[in-house]
Nanobody
C-alpha cells in the first residue's frame, strides 16, 4: 500500500524559504517510481511544480531557479526546497507518485498525499 505524507508547509514572508518533505511508504525509488510535486491555489486547478525519477528532473517554468526537487533514497523521502518565495506561490502543495516515467499531468499520478499549506505574505 502506497502512502505519501507531506510536511514542512507554513507561513513565510515574500523572499523567504521553505523545505517541503514527502515521506513515502510502499514506494521504492529504485523500482522506477516517478515522484512529483503539484500545487493548488483556491479557485484554481492543480498544477505541476516539479518531478523526479532517477537522474531525470523537470520543473515548471514559473519555479525554475527558485525551487529544487531532490530525494533521499535511504529515507524514501522527496524534498522540495523553495527559495525566493512569492505571494503567488501560496497554495496547498501535494506530493504524488506514479510507476513509470515522469509526467506533468496530475491525472497521470496514481498516489497522492494529503497536502501541506504554504502561505507567502507580501
Amino acid at each position: 500500500q502506497v502512502q505519501l505524507v507531506e510536511s514542512g508547509g507554513g507561513l513565510v514572508q515574500a523572499g523567504g524559504s521553505l523545505r517541503l518533505s514527502c515521506a513515502a511508504s510502499g514506494v521504492f525509488f529504485s523500482s522506477g517510481y516517478a515522484m512529483g510535486w503539484f500545487r493548488q491555489a483556491p479557485g484554481k486547478e492543480r498544477e505541476f511544480v516539479a518531478c523526479i525519477r532517477g537522474s531525470g528532473i523537470s520543473y515548471a517554468d514559473f519555479v525554475k531557479g527558485r525551487f529544487t526537487i531532490s530525494r533521499e533514497n535511504a529515507k524514501n523521502t522527496v524534498y522540495l526546497q523553495m527559495n525566493n518565495l512569492k505571494p503567488e506561490d501560496t497554495a496547498v502543495y501535494y506530493c504524488a507518485a506514479r510507476l513509470g516515467p515522469t509526467r506533468i499531468g496530475p491525472d497521470e499520478y496514481n498516489y497522492w498525499g494529503q497536502g501541506t499549506q504554504v502561505t507567502v505574505s507580501s
